[in-house]
């Protein structure tokens, strides 16, 4: 399994293939990608802070959840922080299973509890302003399949 919580930008197709070398006895991988999403042409950028350890324990634990629930060959989770512009990549999880279902179920699983349970603070910054981003309750609901 690997966390990485970082500034610098990646390249998910490098992340991928680094991933598929690195897992074995899989069947299937599952890629998600999350992009900074722009507000019909009103986001300038987006700031989003952390407290480093804090965070990469609260992803962990929820990697750890992933792996208890599924089978699991590995995982991989990636999450930025900084200031991002639109259409930059923000996130990518990676999952590898056996079996398809795991690894789609996995997948969805972490892109739900990172979206709602990792500790960021993100504030859209428009031209006209800047605003934190609050919390949405379709986020929230997301979890109760889980």
Not at 64 to 76: I, T, Y
Not at 82 to 92: F, H, S
Not at 129 to 140: M, P
Request: glycine content about 8%.
């Amino acid at each position: 399994m690997l966390l990485l919580v970082q500034e610098a930008a990646f390249n998910i197709g490098r992340e991928t293939e680094a991933f598929i070398a690195g897992v074995d006895g899989a069947g299937a991988v599952v890629t998600f990608t999350g992009l900074v999403r722009d507000n019909g042409g009103q986001l300038a950028a987006m700031e989003i802070e952390h407290y480093p350890g804090m965070t990469e324990r609260a992803i962990a634990a929820i990697i750890d959840e992933a792996c208890a629930r599924w089978q699991l060959a590995d995982a991989l989770v990636i999450h930025r922080h900084g200031r991002l512009g639109p259409n930059e990549p923000i996130m990518m999880v990676a999952t590898a299973a056996r079996h398809r279902a795991d690894a789609f179920a996995a997948a969805e699983f972490l892109m739900d509890y990172l979206k709602s349970r990792a500790p960021f603070w993100k504030k859209e910054i428009g031209h006209d302003g800047a605003v934190w981003v609050a919390a949405k309750a379709e986020d929230e609901a997301a979890l109760n399949r889980w």
